[in-house]
């Protein structure tokens, strides 16, 4: 049955809210990425209604993709930015390769997690908390993060 009750056909898109932010960006890596996720952490914040967070916010994206592109250079990121549990989740997902020594693992974590002492310092400021693991698939990968309340 076509047009049935219930249904509206001029409904369109639902319009940006806080509670419909879930957005997933492929980054090409390199230099241009920090810049590329700030900008659109900024646009995707003021849409969704959440402009009070977009300082803090764009920096802990742009510190976060400028982590992964200097422990990846040119290699092709993802980067998921959602509200949830009322909270804004920033979390960019890179390809850097799985060490086979755990010593070196270990390493190479707390360099980067030293590398990240801007967005330690926004995001802890703000009551929030961040953080990296590795991607747990077979070519290996980093999953980092930052958590950031209203």
Avoid at 73 to 100: F, G, Q, S
């Amino acid at each position: 049955m076509v047009g049935g009750a219930g249904l509206d056909r001029a409904a369109g898109p639902v319009p940006p809210a806080t509670e419909n932010l879930s957005h997933s960006m492929l980054l090409p890596g390199g230099a241009c990425c920090a810049g590329l996720a700030r900008r659109s952490v900024r646009t995707l914040l003021t849409r969704h209604g959440l402009s009070a967070l977009c300082d803090t916010a764009a920096l802990a994206a742009s510190e976060l993709v400028a982590a992964a592109c200097r422990f990846t250079p040119d290699r092709e990121m993802a980067l998921r930015v959602r509200w949830r549990y009322e909270a804004l989740r920033i979390v960019p997902y890179d390809r850097h390769p799985a060490h086979a020594s755990p010593a070196t693992a270990e390493e190479c974590r707390d360099r980067r997690s030293r590398s990240m002492w801007l967005l330690a310092a926004a995001v802890d400021a703000r009551g929030g908390d961040w953080g990296l693991a590795p991607v747990l698939t077979p070519g290996g990968g980093t999953k980092s993060w930052a958590l950031l309340h209203r």
